[in-house]
């Protein structure tokens, strides 16, 4: 007889899939090289388990990615609430929330994502857009942007998700440039920043 799962066990289970694999993307330092052995090693369950929850390891790494994305989005909202100059809310954005060393932007690079992306059924297609064009809807929204503004501001974050990935500098260097990046970004989204009402 087949054992009966209760639903907080099913969620607890899903939750540690979860976050192994962001442990696994952190210390494989991309999603590249994860399986799902080292999933169901990491978590402590057998495969046929695993495919209870998910159908692919790529469904797996894109839902750890989509509750990464809605994470952040939140908490852009926290920042765009407080009273500071937009330069300000910008650079506490990308150091506090984005590029902390437990953050998976540092080590997705945008490649990998697009990979990704590529390998999952139609059925995903609505997520991902909600992810990659929703995102300057999104950002537009909570930073009060023009949608070109928006496009600037993705663009120029794309350069800080390419940096911090790299592996091909040190890390003094990357973090200099990362610096100036945040900076720059600031300044010029503070600089031609027009106020909308939504």
Do not use: W
């Not at 059925?123 to 857009?129: Q, S, V």
């Amino acid at each position: 007889m087949p054992k009966i799962i209760s639903e907080h066990e099913r969620l607890q289970t899903k939750t540690a899939i979860i976050q192994q694999t962001i442990q696994l993307i952190q210390a494989k330092n991309g999603i590249k090289d994860i399986t799902v052995d080292d999933i169901v090693r990491a978590v402590g369950i057998g495969k046929s388990s695993f495919y209870t929850y998910f159908k692919s390891k790529e469904e797996c790494l894109f839902e750890v990615i989509e509750c990464d994305y809605i994470d952040t989005m939140k908490k852009a909202e926290e920042i765009a609430k407080v009273d500071m100059p937009l330069k300000e809310k910008i650079t506490k954005y990308f150091r506090d929330f984005y590029l902390p060393s437990d953050s998976i932007s540092n080590y997705i690079s945008p490649t990998e994502l697009q990979v990704l992306f590529r390998k999952l059924p139609l059925e995903y297609d609505k997520r991902i857009k909600g992810i990659t064009e929703g995102a300057l809807d999104d950002l537009a929204s909570i930073m009060h942007f023009s949608k070109s503004q928006a496009e600037t501001a993705s663009a120029l974050f794309n350069c800080v998700d390419f940096v911090a990935t790299m592996d091909t500098i040190s890390d003094d260097a990357r973090n200099a440039a990362l610096d100036f990046l945040i900076s720059a970004i600031g300044e010029y989204l503070e600089q031609n920043h027009e106020a909308h009402d939504y």
